[in-house]
């Protein structure tokens, strides 16, 4: 069975460029949410989606943020315009049904110069 | 708000000697579940250990095992015969017994980078 995977594996942008990040959740896996590690920092919670339905969205940073998840499948997350304080390494995750694990992706690192 | 709190940035421990990595968490739910993860270098995070707040005996996987002090509100993991693989850094993480809406997430503590010396 595939894991989470995320793409890509690292980018690196200029301040004010537009950057899309996606993730692919296990196949069947309904739950899937986006964490970001800033440098030194704990993980911290972006959002959640059931299917295609954001479930909570309380840990976006601000609108320059915005997460989709088209069909319920794979998610995508953009960053526009990116700033220096969005660099960091962005997790997936994705879980099924109300099952207390969750399963995570690589990440991706971004930065922004 | 729930907070997890890792207060040793970096361990070290000799090959097949025993370490032990802290977590303090704060909340005032009842229902709720800790996870040590595991992120070994240039390699994605996988769980190591669940632990279920309403269960008292301590969860053990193999030569990974929990000290869960409710009433303290500590949940420390103890790295038995370490090895040479088990090199990462450590999560400890946290989860509301409440599943559905805001409480799905996890809250993370900052990590603990753990290093095995051979």
């Known amino acids: 069975e595939a894991g989470v995977t995320q793409f890509p594996s690292h980018s690196v942008i200029e301040k004010g460029q537009t950057v899309t990040l996606r993730c692919d959740p296990i196949?069947?896996?309904?739950?899937l949410y986006w964490y970001r590690r800033v440098m030194g920092k704990e993980i911290k919670f972006l959002l959640h989606?059931?299917?295609?339905?954001?479930?909570?969205e309380s840990g976006m940073p601000n609108n320059r943020f915005l997460a989709e998840r088209t069909g319920g499948t794979y998610s995508t997350l953009k960053v526009q315009p990116a700033e220096l304080e969005d660099s960091g390494v962005y997790f997936c995750?994705?879980?099924?049904?109300?099952?207390?694990?969750?399963?995570f992706g690589p990440g991706t690192r971004l930065t922004v110069l | 708000a729930q907070t997890v709190t890792q207060s040793q940035p970096e361990m070290s421990v000799q090959e097949a000697e025993t370490v032990t990595l802290s977590c303090t968490y704060d909340?005032?739910?009842?229902?709720?579940?800790l996870f040590w993860y595991k992120q070994p270098p240039s390699r994605q995070m996988i769980l190591v250990i669940r632990q279920e707040a309403y269960k008292q005996q301590n969860a053990t996987e193999n030569r990974f095992s929990v000290n869960f002090q409710k009433a303290a509100k500590s949940f420390s993991l103890k790295i038995s015969d370490s090895q040479l693989g088990d090199a990462a850094m450590y999560f400890c993480a946290y989860r509301s017994g409440n599943y559905g809406g805001s409480q799905g997430n996890l809250i993370f503590g900052k990590g603990t980078k753990l290093s095995v010396k051979p």
């Open positions: 196949s069947g896996h309904d739950n």
């Open positions: 909340t005032s739910e009842s229902d709720y579940y």
């Open positions: 989606f059931v299917k295609e339905s954001k479930q909570d």
């Open positions: 995750a994705s879980s099924q049904g109300n099952q207390r694990e969750q399963f």
